[in-house]
C-alpha cells in the first residue's frame, strides 16, 4: 500500500499568477507614490517593473524585446543614477502605457487572438464570441485599446521632454524647440491618465451596449469582475474558464 506524500503539489488553479500580481503591485506602488509624493515607493514600483519583466524578455530571445528592456530601464534608472530621481519618476507613467499599449498590440499579429476577443471567449464562452459581429467587434474594440493606450504614452512622453519647468530637457539645461506647462507633469500623471481611462471605459461600454443591442451581453458588474479574477491568465495567453 501506497503512502500519500506529506507534500502532494498543489493544483494547477491554485499557482500563483506571478507575474501579473507582479505587475498590479507596480501599478498600486507608482498611484501611491504619486498620490502621496514619496519617491521611495515609486522607485521600488520601476524596479520591481523591471525586475518582473526581465526573466520573461529573456526568454523571448528577441532583440525587439531586449531593446524595450534596456529602453524602459535606460528611461528609469539613468536619470536616477545621476541624481535626478524626480526625472526617473516621470518615466513611469511613459513606461507603463507603452507596456500595455504592446500588451494590445502583440495580440493583433498575424496568429494571435484579438486581447478582447480573448476576454469575451475566456468569460463568456465560444458561444458568445461566435455571435454576429461579436468578434469582429471585439478586434476592432482591441485596436482601439492599443490606439488610445500608445497615444497616452506618448503623450506622457511629450510631457516628460518638454515640460517647463521640470521636464528633463529643461532640468538637463537643453534648449527646448517646444515648451509645456510644468503644471501638466503632475496633473497628467494623477489625473489625467485616469479620467481619460475611466471615459474610454465608459464609452466603449455604452457604445458596445447599443451596437451590439441584439446580443445577451454580461452586466458591466459581471463581467469586469471576472476580468479582474482572470486578467493575469488573459495576460499570458492562457484560457481558464469562468
Do not use: K
Not at 21 to 29: D, I, P, T, Y
Not at 65 to 86: C, R, S, Y
Amino acid at each position: 500500500m501506497s503512502v500519500p506524500s506529506a507534500n502532494p503539489p498543489r493544483p494547477e488553479a491554485w499557482r500563483l499568477p506571478w507575474y501579473g500580481v507582479a505587475l498590479f503591485a507596480c501599478a498600486l506602488l507608482a498611484l501611491a507614490g504619486g498620490v502621496t509624493h514619496q519617491h521611495l515607493l515609486s522607485l521600488v514600483a520601476a524596479l520591481l517593473l523591471l525586475i518582473a519583466w526581465l526573466p520573461r524578455t529573456l526568454r523571448r530571445r528577441s532583440a525587439v524585446a531586449l531593446g524595450g528592456w534596456l529602453a524602459v530601464a535606460t528611461l528609469l534608472l539613468v536619470p536616477a543614477a545621476m541624481g535626478h530621481a524626480g526625472l526617473a519618476l516621470q518615466a513611469l507613467p511613459v513606461a507603463f502605457l507603452s507596456i500595455a499599449a504592446w500588451i494590445f498590440t502583440r495580440t493583433l499579429l498575424p496568429g494571435r487572438e484579438p486581447l478582447v476577443s480573448r476576454f469575451v471567449r475566456v468569460i463568456e464562452g465560444d458561444a458568445q464570441l461566435g455571435l454576429p459581429g461579436v468578434r469582429g467587434y471585439t478586434r476592432s474594440v482591441t485596436v482601439f485599446w492599443a490606439a488610445l493606450l500608445a497615444g497616452m504614452a506618448s503623450l506622457a512622453l511629450l510631457i516628460a521632454l518638454f515640460a517647463v519647468p521640470g521636464g528633463w530637457l529643461a532640468a538637463l539645461g537643453i534648449a527646448l524647440p517646444l515648451r509645456v506647462p510644468g503644471e501638466w507633469l503632475v496633473w497628467y500623471p494623477e489625473a489625467g491618465c485616469w479620467t481619460l481611462l475611466a471615459t474610454a471605459f465608459a464609452g466603449e461600454y455604452l457604445f458596445r451596449r447599443w451596437y451590439l443591442r441584439g446580443i445577451p451581453q454580461s452586466g458591466a458588474r459581471h463581467f469586469s469582475s471576472q476580468l479582474i479574477r482572470h486578467w493575469p491568465m488573459l495576460i499570458d495567453g492562457r484560457d481558464e474558464r469562468a
